[in-house]
């Protein structure tokens, strides 16, 4: 017999080439606080030297007020002519706030300025000029000035300086400037006078020479007898008109044959139309009383008819005569008014030619005019102008006030050093960690090799042990380094097959048609080849949804409903007969069951469908269950023993301890139980 030595180790243990993983984590923080540090130092140095290297740079202020004089030596706008003497003048504007500010920063002042504080150098002048600013406050006429540099000191003397300097450049200006304001208003009331008097003399001789009376159109003859015979014009065209139109109703009434002439006009006509009437109203008397055959014999009756009669006649002459006499005189009518209208537009023919000659003397005229009036004007406003001038000299003096003199700062005005530090400070951190990630980025530690595990069995199992055969225990226990080669042994456990996921499963079901179907979800429950051989109708409680497995591992497992109805439906009520078969009512082989299950996959379309088995369906329903976080306990009751190496593989598909048990576990997986059965 032989000894076989103890060995410390566990029933599985690593046995990895790999270095110390401890190791490997202590020697990468090294590594990444070496590189974080170097690069944030190399980083953070030059920022801070060049930060303190920098000179602070001074600010000094000051603000002034530059307020205008009530009555500017501007030019009015010109005379609106028409526009009433009375009306107020409206007040001149102010001068330009922008206009001192440039005044207040030009070059002249600036040389000032030097002059009076290093001796005036071009090279001062100009250093001056780029250090100060000035800047207006919006809405108001205040300045603000600034002055910037590296001497506190000299900046608020050049402020103030510099504003003494303004105010004595602007008396001194003011002083000519007005003088040279009142100079000009007067020359220009002077040349307009003198304007004013040749324009009145053109005038003057101009009318005398053209007739022309006034700008006044009614007041001139010519433009006078023009109008008159325009208005005369108009009324004969009328009269006309009116006689023309009485013709021609005269005309058509006589063609009609009726008479335009009333009785009450003619007294002739009222009177044989009076006797008309008498006479008929006779005769209607005498017929109301006698009879027609009496009338016809009676000679007063006869004597009035005959009377009638001449009456008649003597109306219609009368109204002919008065008719061809009414058309007399209104032709008359219409031939004096015709010769009217000739008469007159001959007259305004004659006339307008006339006229002609007069307008254009007339509109020149009236020209003159017009440009004598806008000249008094602006006379008008030229002595009101030179008035305000010289009465209001103090009150056009501009005012400077100055609100805030110039001091000496204190503290540098910029760079600001402590921002830019903690800038330069938290641009080197992030350097430091950028620099880190990059070194790490070619610096990853390799994949470590899969574990390998061996499993020992106890000496008394081993099968080449003879019954009673002595162990010898070793000199010492048998140590092993994880550093030291081993042989390779197989990895323990079996090869888990494919998973499906619930899209496949529900593609499945819906491609498998019949028995193949329900094979299929039946499987999907968990059971394997020889329990699904070996049900029988006796077996299913389709009342409970309920089935009872046979075999090693017996149990009872829950049936989705639309299942176990089928199952029901499909299945006689021959209790020994067995859940599925054949067309000879044999139990299925498990070459049967495996065609089916794969033709199922194919009708479905799943991906690599031949690979689809019966060991997938089962291996899918458990893997549904183990990341429920089934206890592995409970998996027995489910799906029937698992062998340890099984129980091994699905050790790692959980997340956590397996805590779910009992009526928590749901034993369905949501594609077999939401599955819709025609």
């Not at 009222?270 to 109301?288: C, F, G, H, W």
């Not at 009756?301 to 008649?312: K, T």
């Not at 008065?322 to 032709?331: H, M, P, S, T």
């Not at 031949?610 to 009751?637: D, G, K, M, W, Y």
Request: glycine share 6%; net charge negative.
């Amino acid at each position: 017999m032989f000894a076989i030595p103890r060995l410390r180790l566990s029933p599985i243990f690593d046995i990895s080439r790999h270095a110390d993983p401890a190791e490997q984590t202590r020697a990468g923080n090294r590594r990444r606080l070496m590189v974080f540090t170097l690069a944030f130092t190399l980083t953070l140095l030059p920022g801070l030297t060049w930060n303190l290297s920098r000179p602070g740079e001074y600010r000094s202020t000051a603000r002034v007020q530059i307020s205008p004089g009530s009555v500017t030596a501007q030019a009015s706008p010109p005379a609106v002519p028409g526009a009433s003497a009375s009306e107020p003048e409206q007040p001149a504007p102010r001068p330009d706030l922008l206009s001192q500010v440039q005044v207040l920063t030009s070059r002249p002042l600036f040389e000032e300025v030097a002059r009076r504080m290093d001796g005036g150098s071009a090279g001062s002048v100009a250093a001056l000029q780029d250090s100060v600013g000035a800047t207006p406050v919006p809405g108001t006429d205040i300045v603000e000035l600034q002055a910037i540099g590296l001497q506190p000191q000299r900046l608020a003397r050049t402020l103030n300086t510099l504003v003494d300097v303004y105010r004595g450049q602007m008396l001194s200006s003011h002083g000519s400037d007005s003088h040279e304001a009142v100079d000009n208003a007067r020359d220009e009331a002077s040349r307009l006078d003198k304007i004013i008097a040749a324009k009145r003399t053109q005038l003057a001789s101009f009318q005398e020479q053209s007739g022309v009376v006034s700008s006044e159109r009614n007041e001139n003859e010519a433009l006078a007898t023009m109008k008159g015979l325009s208005d005369a014009l108009n009324k004969a065209n009328e009269e006309a008109a009116k006689a023309s139109g009485r013709v021609r109703s005269l005309r058509d009434a006589a063609a009609a044959g009726t008479s335009p002439v009333y009785s009450k006009d003619n007294p002739t006509l009222a009177a044989i139309e009076k006797r008309i009437s008498e006479t008929r109203e006779d005769l209607r008397d005498m017929q109301r009383t006698y009879t027609p055959e009496f009338m016809a014999m009676d000679p007063t009756a006869q004597s009035l008819r005959a009377r009638l009669a001449e009456l008649e006649q003597q109306l219609a002459a009368t109204r002919k005569s008065g008719r061809e006499a009414d058309l007399a005189a209104a032709e008359q009518d219409q031939t004096n008014a015709n010769a009217t209208v000739e008469r007159l537009q001959k007259q305004i023919e004659e006339q307008r030619r006339e006229v002609h000659g007069f307008s254009s003397k007339f509109h020149e005229a009236q020209a003159m005019e017009d440009d004598l009036t806008r000249l008094e004007g602006a006379r008008r406003n030229a002595m009101e102008r030179l008035a305000k001038l010289q009465a209001s000299e103090n009150g056009r003096l501009p005012a400077l006030k100055i609100l805030e003199t110039a001091s000496m700062p204190q503290h540098p005005w910029r760079p600001n050093y402590v921002r830019d530090g903690l800038l330069n400070l938290l641009a080197s951190f992030l350097f430091g960690l950028l620099a880190m990630w990059f070194v790490e980025l070619f610096n990853r530690a390799p994949t470590p090799a899969p574990v390998q595990t061996m499993g020992l069995s106890p000496a008394w199992l081993e099968p080449s042990i003879a019954m009673g055969a002595t162990l010898a225990a070793p000199e010492r226990p048998l140590e092993l380094d994880h550093r030291q080669a081993l042989p390779q042994l197989p990895a323990a456990g079996p090869q888990l097959p494919r998973e499906l996921s619930q899209q496949e499963v529900g593609a499945l079901l819906a491609g498998a048609e019949g028995s193949a179907r329900l094979l299929c979800a039946t499987m999907l429950l968990g059971l394997t080849t020889d329990e699904v051989k070996a049900l029988a109708v006796k077996d299913l409680d389709a009342a409970n949804a309920k089935l009872a497995v046979p075999g090693a591992s017996a149990r009872t497992i829950a049936l989705p409903l639309w299942l176990a109805q089928a199952l029901a439906t499909r299945n006689g009520a021959v209790p020994e007969q067995t859940l599925f078969h054949n067309a000879l009512a044999q139990p299925l082989s498990d070459a049967d069951i495996s065609a089916s299950i794969t033709c199922a996959a194919l009708d479905a379309g799943l991906e690599a469908a031949v690979t689809v088995s019966p060991e997938v369906l089962r291996h899918s329903c458990i893997a549904h269950l183990v990341r429920q976080n089934v206890r592995f306990s409970n998996l027995a009751a489910l799906v029937g023993q698992l062998s340890a190496g099984e129980l091994a593989a699905y050790a790692g598909m959980g997340e956590g301890v397996k805590r779910v048990g009992g009526e928590a576990i749901d034993p369905f997986m949501p594609a077999l139980r939401d599955f819709q059965f025609n």
